[in-house]
T-cell receptor, first 113, second 114 residues
Framework: DQQVKQNSPSLSVQEGRISILNCDYT??????FLWYKKYPAEGPTFLIS?????DKNEDGRFTVFLNKSAKHLSLHIVPSQPGDSAVYFC????????????FGSGTQLTVLP | KAGVTQTPRYLIKTRGQQVTLSCSPI?????VSWYQQTPGQGLQFLFE???????NKGNFPGRFSGRQFSNSRSEMNVSTLELGDSALYLC?????????????FGPGTRLTVL
């Protein structure tokens, strides 16, 4: 049973436009969410996170939105750059002491010049 | 500050052998988690160590084990390797000062089982 889902395996966007990556979760006990970017043969790189007490968190070109009632979060990248091309994973965990992350299956973002 | 380091970066083994992978967390980080990434299953949690104790374990067989040392460095061991164990093994460390602190990943060890 996939508790974190990224239903779009791929997304292509023109350089300079907005990229929107989506993620849904089923476990309402998750209360901390993270986005990671990953290049092939490398470890995931942390991008941005959000706690369930917030509905938005912004860091430069990256903004994460959380809709708890819909169990949905999204990552907005504005403006998109060719260097943003990578696989993006959303991950969720409980904000207690354990650090186990449950990952989505990832979305391959391609930013076209 | 140095990031999470993993050794070796690449490893080739044959079925039935065993393997040990090593992870050095970011200085000051006390929690180390291990993940397996495969094309079919994505990123799956293996286990987490904190203060030399395993405090969480994913749904993997007992052939997968780990340990953590007093300096927070961690090793994971896979015994009796199977072809399906071929994967990228990732380690992540975190500070464990706040309930919402972030996990940072190492570059991974690519294990190929022939």
């Amino acid at each position: 049973d996939q508790q974190v889902k990224q239903n779009s395996p791929s997304l292509s966007v023109q350089e300079g436009r907005i990229s929107i990556l989506n993620c849904d979760y089923t476990n309402s006990m998750f209360d901390y969410f993270l986005w990671y970017k990953k290049y092939p043969a490398e470890g995931p790189t942390f991008l941005i996170s959000i706690s369930s007490i917030k509905d938005k968190n912004e860091d430069g070109r990256f903004t994460v939105f959380l809709n708890k009632s819909a169990k949905h979060l999204s990552l907005h990248i504005v403006p998109s750059q060719p260097g943003d091309s990578a696989v993006y994973f959303c991950a969720a965990r409980f904000s207690g002491s354990a650090r186990q992350l449950t990952f989505g299956s990832g979305t391959q973002l391609t930013v076209l010049p | 500050k140095a990031g999470v380091t993993q050794t070796p970066r690449y490893l080739i083994k044959t079925r039935g052998q065993q393997v040990t992978l090593s992870c050095s967390p970011i200085s000051g980080h006390r929690s180390v988690s291990w993940y397996q990434q495969t094309p079919g299953q994505g990123l799956q949690f293996l286990f987490e160590y904190f203060s030399e104790t395993q405090r969480n374990k994913g749904n993997f067989p007992g052939r997968f084990s780990g340990r953590q040392f007093s300096n927070s460095r961690s090793e994971m061991n896979v015994s009796t390797l199977e072809l399906g164990d071929s994967a990228l093994y990732l380690c992540a460390s975190s500070l464990v000062a706040l309930s919402t602190d972030t996990q940072y990943f190492g570059p991974g060890t690519r294990l190929t089982v022939l």
